[in-house]
């Protein structure tokens, strides 16, 4: 590590104290006011236990959870609704693309006591944020699909509690992704370390991809690093990686502390030969690998209602606008999991719910519940896949408000068109890219424009932006058209470039 002297003013900070040392004092850290807290606890150090300040909202806090492989059971649910619940018309939740939900609107004073409910049943909100190692994604229909590879469950678990572990990471140079892929769609190429099923001499295992990130400086898909490991050996070399990147990424130059970077400083040949290094330090082993592996579409929405690979059972996919849910929705959402399935839901990277292990007999009634009016299984061509990160409402770096937008224009455009198929869109609102905009057929990014001698909110639209066989991120279309005309705008495109076909006016 560099001497502190040389370190940012953040990586100061973390050497000074690590976040996870305020754990136990979290009662007492309420106690004195958040206004009172020093700014390197208040907006760095408290990420390590997933709690975070938010400027726009000031004493009003968002916890991050962590939710391996987007898996959550009706009884944590309800410990989480029960929290947002007491927030009252501060309180909400979204669904990330990680698979993984974020409560917002608690106060300081809540979270000693939320930390322990969710101990009870099983949660934690641990090194969620800031530059730890993120939640882990993996295939959301892990061991219901009928197209699975791989369950990729037990293997996000391990690689987890490795993490988590002992001897996990405590102090990266940045955020870190990783994704375990488990079926012909899943894509996984915006992670910094993604496992995608392959074959070697007819094993099943994970070819090795690393290096994708989306960034306001840079954005890349992750590239094959050439190495192939067992199933067994997914957590050993998760931690061979991040030990690497612990010790050897850049702590100087925040803009160029991902992992890319330092596959940039060192070569692709000399990376690699470090991480085995690592790995043959923990007892493990890798295999050279040419790289090809057994994903070869974009991924499915999960929307609708799914035979299982159980014979006589269902997950019902349910649409919700994106992935903003409140407390009662949350409990009505436990109360259908627990009712008309085994009480187990799967959120998606697509910010959706899926009610798993649904018996046949038991559809019609779940499809008749008041909750799927809002929360359809049959959503519009856009609805379905229109994923955004949280917009200025509650993040300070956003330039528009996005889920509001993405929602009513979506809606808008649902009444004028007819589209073939789906197609999906991606709203963030400012460069930093959290709602992944260069992975969207359509992707929409905050911005401002000139519009009649004023500076107004707008939209800078990218085109292209593709997760099948042939990945690549979109470009560039439009660099800023005012949100009072977007609409208009993204009609033409759909009918330009997607097949769809305006409604006749009705008279």
Known sequence: MEPLAKLSKIEQAKAELCGLDLAPRLAELASQGWE???????????????IFFRPVTPGRFMVRLRLPNGVIRADQLEVLADAVDRCGVDGSADITTRQNLQLRGLLLEDMAPLMRAMELVGLTSRQSGHDNPRNITGNPLAGIDPEEIVDTRPLVAAIQAALLGPDGPRNLPRKFNVAVGGAPDSFLLHNDLAFLPAFREGQLGFTVMVGGFFSAQRNELAVPLGLWVAPEQLPAFTLAVLTHFERHGNRVARNKSRLMYLIDQLGLEAYRRAVVGELEA???????????????RAPRSGVGVHAQGQLGLHWVGL???????DAGAMAELARLARSYGDAELRLTEAQNVLIANVPTDRLEALLAEPLLARFRPDPGALEAEAVSCTGNRYCSFALIPTKTTAQSVVAELEKRLEIPHAVRTHWTG???????????EIGLMGAKARHDGEMVEAAKIFLGGSMDCDPKLAELHDKGVPLTQLADVLEDLLVERFGARRKEAKV
Request: charged residues 15%.
């Open 282 to 296: 923990l007892s493990g082993e890798a295999f050279p690998h040419d790289g090809t592996h057994l994903v070869n």
């Open 430 to 440: 400012c460069p930093n890219a959290c709602g992944q905009p260069y992975m969207g």
């Open 319 to 325: 649409s919700i606008p994106t992935g903003r849910l």
């Open 36 to 50: 009172s807290l020093d700014e390197a606890t208040l907006t760095i150090r408290l990420k390590w236990l997933g």
